[in-house]
């Protein structure tokens, strides 16, 4: 099994930047696959970033320019930083892992991204 704890979210006004963390901790397998999900009042879960072991990243079209994701191997950490945030960002962020060849998901509780005035 797989644990991920998360951390830094918070209530942040239009504009401002919000450094989310993730740490995995159980029986991690060195090829694998982190990223962020968030979920906004009544919708569904969507990708916001993904980074493979090897440092490939994914986008989606909402935080690009905006989000950076980056992990350290050597700690089993993602971290998502986001700048400029609006709104529209405001939802609940989820980590997630995946192993290579696995079709099981691992996900994080979730840490509340509220942008607001």
């Known amino acids: 099994q797989v644990q991920l704890a998360e951390s830094g979210g918070g209530l942040v006004q239009p504009g401002g930047s919000l450094r989310l963390s993730c740490a995995a901790s159980g029986s991690i397998f060195s090829i694998n696959v982190m990223g962020w999900y968030r979920q906004a009042a009544g919708k569904q879960r969507e990708l916001v970033a993904r980074i493979t072991s090897g440092g490939n990243t994914n986008y989606a079209d909402s935080g690009k320019g905006r989000f950076t994701i980056s992990r350290d191997n050597a700690k089993n950490t993602v971290y998502l930083q986001m700048d400029g945030l609006k709104p529209a960002d405001t939802a609940l962020y989820y980590c997630?892992?995946?192993?290579?060849?696995?079709?099981?998901?691992?996900w994080g509780q979730g840490t509340q991204v509220t942008v607001s005035s």
């Open positions: 997630n892992y995946r192993r290579q060849w696995s079709s099981l998901d691992y």
